[in-house]
């Protein structure tokens, strides 16, 4: 097990940046694929991007390719989720996940974190 709390969130303008961090308690995380994933409002939770326990390999849902990068630093127990060129439709809760594979479904994450709000205005 490993407990995941997320932080960066917030309001921001169209076209701006932010970043996302997950940290991760326990000293098995450089062992589990991370994930991130969104709830927009009103809508139900939908993948954005995976990343292999080692970071060689990612995964980016289509909608975010070119914009989001995700990252990850084992020896911070944390991984990163960098968001430019925000627009309005990205506004949602995201959360991270871990699991053992970095998959784009979320039966494949067995630990997930509360989430962090995310705001664009137009």
């Known amino acids: 097990q490993v407990q995941l709390v997320e932080s960066g969130g917030g309001l921001v303008q169209a076209g701006d940046s932010l970043r996302l961090s997950c940290a991760a308690s326990?000293?098995?995380?450089?062992?589990?694929?991370m994930g991130w994933f969104r709830q927009p409002p009103g809508k139900e939770r939908e993948f954005v991007v995976a990343?292999?326990?080692?970071?060689?390999?990612?995964y980016y849902a289509a909608s975010v390719k070119g914009r989001f990068t995700i990252s990850r630093d084992n020896a911070k127990n944390t991984v990163y989720l960098q968001m430019n060129s925000l627009k309005p439709e990205d506004t949602a809760v995201y959360y991270c996940?871990?699991?053992?594979?970095?998959?784009?479904?979320?039966?494949?994450?067995?630990?997930w974190g509360q989430g962090t709000q995310v705001t664009v205005s137009s």
């Open positions: 996940a871990a699991g053992r594979r970095p998959r784009d479904y979320q039966g494949a994450y067995d630990n």
């Open positions: 990343i292999s326990w080692n970071g060689g390999t990612t």
């Open positions: 326990g000293r098995t995380f450089s062992s589990y694929a």
